[in-house]
Each structure stands twice: as structure tokens, then as C-alpha cells.
């Protein structure tokens, strides 16, 4: 997936926190598709002991408690992360 354009990183900034660009946190994007539960549980674990990954926030759409019209029918995991420092070796 694309990098957020800078324009409408601005805008975010501006609209949802008074302009503190800080505040941003989906700048770059990527998707990973699973065929099923036990999948993503795999990943979220490695993802977990990363030494130069933080964990910053996890939302769970697939949660049975959550009405799916409250989503528009949309299920996914998202994993918000944070690098710590620039991963070795790469």
C-alpha cells in the first residue's frame, strides 16, 4: 500500500489534533491477508517478540461481541507499530 500523501497527512493533523502532526500514526501502510484466526494469532506473536517493533495498539474487528453493521460488515485485525530502532541487517 501506499505512503499517506503529505497533503492529506496535513489535513489529518489539522482536523483530528489541533495541528500536531505527532499525533499521526498511519503514514505507511501494509496488509497482510490470513486464512484464519490461528494465522493471525502466529503473526501477532512474532510481531510481539520483535525486538525492534512496539506494539503501539491492536483493534480487533473479528471480536464476536461487535455487531457487524457497526463496521459496515467490515472484519479485520488491525496492528498499529511503532519501530523502536532501523532493523538490523537490511
Known sequence: MPLKHVQRAVVKACVLYNGDMSCVCDL????????GVQEISECLAVLAED???EIVKIRNLLDPQLQAWENNGYRDVAVLVRLSRLPRGG
Open 28 to 35: 505507511v501502510r501494509q496488509r497482510i491477508v490470513f486464512e
Open 51 to 53: 525486538p525492534d517493533l
